[in-house]
């Protein structure tokens, strides 16, 4: 507790600092002599000027030039959206990337959940202009949600690099590709930008921003944002509530150099939907959700007396509570120098910082409060103070470009879980969960941990520009993550054992990768990528069941498995082709992964109750092929198309103490073999419209594959239309979108408790929420 308060202080001091995190629509960034990342610049290099038609809204810009596969979802595509979308979400759009959420929005960070090539979100690396996010878990421990991180409003462009991320990326989790998003600067001349959304569900959300303008010969400048949303649910009672302040600082230096200050606050209230089974959908329809604000009911409900529909369930004790909910408060600062030394060297170095506090809950009738009351509350406070730096030189000679760099990272993860009073009927109500950490009515605390990690990466690699038409990329990172734990408090009457706690080491010196492009013609060009990736040890609390961690298990589970637990590490290899032309860019690629020393969370039962251990269970073999093309037949009309096939299964069978699981050669969980994804954008005048849709096969729910959701078609319709400016008004704005446009009723988010290896009749997902109407206002000044 105390760290994290320092930490926070620490943070409030650097106020402004750091990356920048999505800006208005405003690409002023000062260019470098030199940029540190080699890879990209060559990229930038080889890339062809854009054409009249290219200011259509296409969905992705393929990266021409990179010897990886990469794509980038500019700001254009991105206002597609509804203003607030998650940036993650928007990701859904490129082949072998499906994003999921029960919210139109993306934001509901419980059901969000991302996978690329198979690989879930906990085993990517995403970052915010260098800064790393961590794996964008629910109660993350080393990171923090896009969405929390940064005002969509103010992304300037999202890059993908599907297969593996480049080694200088900060990330200590990407087994498969890399998310990283960057900002836009604030603007040379003053002024600013309001917009307002008004929509399904009671949405109201506002954005104001302002820019200073250049304050000085110098280029100072400073801008400031705020975001706020408000939303109902789309079924049941609740809401989603959010506040958030972006700040950013650009101080210009002598030869293109710069000096970049942010900073991020934000305030999230949310309440949850509903966990289903398929049980429950089809007794109790698509439309079940909780209690609140009807205590009665989910007292009623814990003493067995349950509603007509509710009770037709095969559990209806588990297939609604009172409620569900999450509050947290993040802070996040960061400061780059990027030093051009002299024309051909340049030294970038980032200081970061990030606090976060808050809590959930959980009104459970399987635990009764000590006053009689057949149910409580029970609550869980992560919190996560962390702090680091990264520093890189790049020097560029002959035809090479070297490129090394160092990132370390300490970090803070508490967190803790408790039961509160619940009042007896007609003594009160347990009224609104985010109103307040309930500390008063605390009775039981279960437990209590307290982790700390310390995290060093080397890298270093060379961009060797053969001939004007054929590079290589070669290097390696070595990588060091030593984490551990010390439980502060633990009840063994309610966890029914002594509790994981004690260190691990993950490590490896030698991380290389290796690839290359040729332009062998006009327009046309070959790419290939080898790389060797490794994983650390994911942190979480007892139970949580957020994620494969050791420290989920109990202390007897801990200590049998530590001596011979090994870190997730895997091969990716990855080829393809690229054409860019005035009228056709397109893209075709083939890969391979061999993904060895699995963690498996073992859960069965209910989600109340789930039995669990991890161990390495072997590996996972996943052949896949992508194609993309983009269509620019006539000036304003652009038509994308994506298709993307992946073919995942287990290499062994899995022993439990309830015997052999015959999972050899099944297909992976919650993730689709196949996927269709198209956007046709026109702009005519200035009136844009786009309708986009995606096809989704369908996932299997458990790892035998006896269990399954089936796939969706689904469409969203989107227009805007510039009416041009108005005295101090430039460019007035009226946009309208339709998510879900055919109304579909269909499975979003699979596997948030864990998957099981057979049909228990508690495999749990989130519903997709059903065709929803947002209108916006919009304009600068």
Known sequence: MVKTRIFLTVSTLLSGIGYPLFVYAQNDTAPAVIKSDPEKQAAKKDGKKKNAADNVESIAVFGHGSTRQTMSISRASMQQSVPGTSALKVLNELPGVLYQSADPFGVYEYSSQIFMRGFSQSQLGFTLDDVPLGDQQFNNYNGLGVTRAIISDNIGSVNVSQGAGGIDVA??????????????????????AVSQTFGSNATFRTYARLDSGDLNESGTRFSVSYARLNGDLWKGHGYDHSDQVNAKLVQPLARESSLKVFFDWSSTQQFDYQDMTKNWLSTAGSNLSNYYPDYTAAYQAAQGTYPAQISKTNDPKDAAYYAGTANRVDYLGGITLDENLTSNLNWKTTLYGHADTGYSTWTTPYKASPNGAPLSQRVQQPQVARGGFESAVTWKVARHTLNAGVWYEYGNFETGRYFSQAPLLGQGTLGNPTNGFPGDKIFAT????????????????????VTDTLKINAGFKSMIVNAGNSVLAQDQTINGKPIAQGHLEASNAFLPQISANWRFLPHHELFFDVSHNMRSFPEDGFATNISASPWTASQASF??????????????????????????????????????????????????????????????TTNGAEASITLRPVHGLSIYNSFSYAHSTYDQNVVTSNGLQAIRGKLVPNYPQFMYKANIAYQLGDLNLHVDGSYISRRELTYT?????????????????????????????????????ANKTYIATTNELGNNFANTGYNYFLMGAPRQFFGTISTAF
Do not use: C
């Open 705 to 741: 594959n006896d269990l399954h959701v089936p796939g969706y078609f689904l469409m969203n319709f989107g227009a805007r239309y510039n009416f041009g400016d108005a005295g101090p008004f430039k460019g007035i704005n009226a946009s309208f979108n339709i998510y879900n446009l």
């Open 171 to 192: 990330s200590t989790s990407n087994l498969g590709g890399a998310v990283e998003i960057h900002s836009m600067d604030p603007s040379h001349k003053r002024g600013g």
């Open 559 to 620: 200590q049998e498995t530590k001596k011979n637990l090994k870190p997730e590490t895997d091969w990716v290899y990855e080829g393809g082709y690229r054409f860019s032309s005035q009228y056709i860019s397109a893209l075709a690629s083939l890969y391979r992964i061999n993904f060895s020393n699995r963690l498996q969370l073992i859960s069965s039962s209910r989600g109340i109750d789930p039995v669990t251990a991890v161990q390495n269970v072997g590996g996972v």
């Open 446 to 465: 279960a437990w209590h941990e307290a982790f700390s990690s310390n995290t060093f990466v080397f890298h270093m690699q060379d961009t060797y520009r």
